[in-house]
């Protein structure tokens, strides 16, 4: 029996408003959350290895991939939501929600919050499919099981937004395609990246007093979307 | 004198729309977001190692102890002033004072439906600047004194857009400065607990990095999530 994508995301959405509580909570984890798992996880990697009683060379190059990694995860992320919001921008796919009649549990006044700040942008590619698998595959080396627990966080995510309404299954493979060729394309090219990662890390070790309030920046910026970032590119492309 | 000083710093902010939307947007988060950054500068401040090299210079450890009591006198100041204002109900100027505002009507208008519920009096945002202020001078002179600058910067333009009265923000600076005053004459007391707190950060750095930045997360969202909870919570 063949299912038409429309009706996957019906089918999740159903799942979804079964109960009121259930939405309310998936619009919590898909809204500001979603944004903020992201830093933690980043914060997470760059400490692991580090340990008070072993200061060795092996465990300083331990810290020292780690990091190297979440820079990379970091680039290849905003790399990829940035190609995915110039994507959407292009092929300007309406969202289901504007298309599909599904059901919402929650007052009006919040679903139409919601529908005016995603409703005019497309939903093909899926940008959190293509921020959240970008870094999975980046990542999947800094730790026993850290890449998978990266991409069952964005599968648990593009689910939620499936049945919010928010994109198409084709929208989230899409997005799933471009975060993993662009995480793989990172990965495969991390030592001619070098040029780019020691200096930063270096610097970190040299001027933390600058560089961890920056960083600290970049961290409450990936909770804004990445809003600051792309202002500060457009501003500097003269878009 | 408190009406002609509100005046003074109103005609200065509202010499043109521009000045006055980007006192509009300084004001409301970036004050929280210097806080933000200034608290991780100075985390990351001082001479590795647990003893001094020099007599007047600090450890990181000893700095980072300041921080965390700096941090905790934050939330108290910001408490503390949150239930003095309800305690004294002082309705704010722009609700009460005509005031020059070159901008959009409906914009001006929802800054004030924002602020109707809210009292005046002592201000929030100079407690937790001058918190932060005096904290900082404590630690480093220098960077103190950028704080300070800042903080008395900030406090104007708030002061200017009609957010409160000059009387505010002087008594939330006296708060600010007298709770970290205090809390610094307390530290000896707390010591242990803090010096402890700081060892966590070496032995599960993960963990504890995690947990400083949603900390740190809240500090720039003014304790917004904190205040939903403890109000969800409580009922």
């Not at chain 1, 495969?188 to 961890?212: D, E, K, Q, S």
């Not at chain 2, 934050?74 to 505002?101: E, H, S, Y």
Request: hydrophobic share 55%; proline share 5%.
């Amino acid at each position: 029996m063949f299912i038409n994508e429309q009706q996957v995301v019906q089918l999740l959405n159903q799942i979804i408003a079964a109960n009121q509580w259930v939405f309310i909570a998936a619009l919590q984890l898909t809204g500001e959350l979603l944004w903020l798992v992201n830093p933690l996880l980043f914060i997470w990697v760059w400490y692991s290895g580090a340990s008070p009683h072993v200061q060795n060379t092996r465990s300083r190059e331990a810290v020292h991939a780690n990091r190297q990694r979440v820079l990379l995860a970091f680039l290849s992320a905003s790399v990829a939501f940035a190609l995915a919001r110039f994507g959407s921008g292009l092929f300007a796919r309406p969202r289901p929600f504007v298309e599909l009649a599904l059901q919402v549990p929650v007052s009006d006044e919040i679903w139409q919050g919601i529908v005016a700040a995603l409703g005019s942008t497309g939903s093909f590619p899926g940008d959190v499919a293509a921020f959240w698998f970008a870094q999975a595959v980046v990542l999947r080396g800094a730790g026993r099981g850290i890449g998978w627990l990266t991409a069952g966080i964005g599968f648990v995510f593009v689910f939620l937004r499936m049945g919010l309404g928010y994109e198409y299954p084709t929208d989230v493979i899409a997005g799933v395609c471009l975060g993993v060729l662009l995480g793989t394309a990172v990965l495969l090219a991390r030592h001619r990246l070098n040029w780019l990662t020691r200096p930063v890390l270096m610097m970190f070790g040299r001027f933390p007093v600058i560089m961890y309030p920056l960083a600290l920046l970049f961290l409450f910026d990936i909770t804004q979307r990445m809003a600051w970032l792309f202002a500060i590119i457009a501003v500097l492309l003269g878009i | 004198m408190e009406t002609w000083f509100l005046q003074l710093i109103n005609h200065w902010i509202a010499r043109s729309p521009a000045t006055f939307y980007q006192a509009l947007t300084m004001s409301d988060r970036m004050p929280w977001l210097m806080a933000a950054i200034v608290i991780t500068a100075l985390w990351y401040a001082g001479e590795r190692g647990t003893v001094p090299t020099a007599p007047g210079k600090r450890t990181r450890l000893q700095n980072r102890t300041l921080v965390i009591l700096t941090l905790a006198s934050l939330m108290v100041g910001f408490i503390l002033a949150k239930g003095l204002q309800g305690f004294w109900q002082r309705p704010r100027p722009l609700n009460d004072f005509p005031l020059q505002v070159p901008i959009e009507p409906s914009v001006w208008e929802a800054v004030r439906q924002s602020f109707f519920a809210v009292d005046s009096f002592p201000s929030d945002h100079a407690v937790m600047l001058f918190v932060l202020a005096t904290g900082v001078i404590y630690v480093n002179k220098r960077m103190g004194l950028i704080v300070l600058v800042a903080s008395i910067y900030f406090a104007l333009l708030r002061i200017g857009l009609g957010f409160h009265w000059p009387l505010d923000i002087w008594a939330g600076a006296c708060i600010g400065v007298l709770v970290m005053s205090v809390a610094i004459l307390l530290e000896p007391i707390v010591h242990r607990l803090l010096f402890s707190l700081v060892l966590q950060f070496e032995y599960y750095p993960q963990v504890m990095y995690a947990l400083a930045f949603l900390v740190v997360f809240e500090l720039w969202r003014k304790f917004e999530d904190l205040f939903v909870l403890v109000s969800r919570v409580s009922g």
